[in-house]
């Protein structure tokens, strides 16, 4: 009896079938399958415009096949939005790390939330500055070593880590803010219900779509993958809380 070759596990079409060039247990390679797969699911792959940032994503556009724009570091969120003016017909996506969303960037994605402009947002928050060389970002934890904290994040000297997903949520334009993680199967899956509600109010004319995605920096944070993933479950989501602070999908439901 010959064998049967079953095909289980198939490629979305928004993904590309290349080799990525991220770090070994690097979790922005999941935060972008993600996204890719709902693109496809959502029918969105042939009218995205992807706004990809500066950082460890900035081969973003290697792995997505859709149009896309390279943004000057922080300002995503302002291309975004004359890109979305320019063509309201279009989703417009954009995919942002920590160090460019809430610090370079912050006045951008503030104002952008504020105004509610029809685009969505990934942000994804390893509390570090991955790509150029691990300084303390606006989210690193308080302690944490950074090349630019060698003794740890002082509270009384750098302040506390930011919290963008509540930030993100107090503003009028917002229509979908949450906080998810990536460490485990069950988060992954819950990632992704989350992300296409992100998704779900651009479409719907709603406003603002934030997903903040809780992520693993091995390299940087001088961890294996694995001790990495245990770090978000013990520290990160214990400050960083886990969950859906605003959703108007909802109340537009009811």
């Known amino acids: 009896m010959s064998e049967q070759e079953i095909l289980a ?10 080799p990525t060039h991220y770090c070994p247990g690097c979790q922005h390679g999941v935060a972008q399958r993600l996204a890719g797969e709902l693109l496809s699911e959502m029918g969105l792959t042939e009218n995205t415009l992807l706004i990809t940032a500066i950082g460890c994503s900035v081969f973003l556009y290697n792995y997505l096949n859709v149009d896309s724009v390279e ?8 291309v975004a939005t004359g890109v979305k003016r320019a ?3 279009k989703f417009v ?13 912050m006045a951008e994605i503030m104002h952008c939330a504020n105004r509610g402009e029809n685009v969505s947002i990934i942000f994804v928050n390893n509390t570090v500055y991955g790509m150029t060389g691990g300084q303390m970002a606006p989210t690193t934890m308080v302690g ?10 002082n509270a009384s000297k750098e302040g506390m880590p930011i919290r963008m997903a509540e930030i993100i949520s107090q503003l009028g334009g917002t229509a979908f803010s949450a906080r998810v993680a990536l460490n485990n ?12 509600k992100a998704f779900e109010v651009q479409q719907k004319e709603l ?31 214990p400050y960083f809380p886990l969950g859906v602070f605003k959703d108007l999908t909802v109340e537009t439901e009811d």
């Open 207 to 237: 406003g603002f779509g934030f997903i903040e995605l809780l992520a693993t920096c091995p390299t940087n944070w001088r961890m294996t993958p694995i001790k990495a993933n245990e770090r978000i479950e013990e520290e990160l989501i």
């Open 87 to 89: 063509r309201p017909d």
């Open 71 to 78: 943004a000057p570091h922080g300002r995503a969120p302002a």
């Open 144 to 153: 944490q070593k950074t090349t630019t904290s060698p003794a740890g994040r």
């Open 93 to 105: 996506l954009s995919y942002q790390g920590d160090g460019d969303l809430a610090s370079i960037g």
């Open 185 to 196: 199967v069950k988060n992954i899956r819950k990632a992704k219900k989350a992300m296409k």
């Open 9 to 18: 596990f198939d490629k979305a079409d928004a993904l590309v079938d290349i």
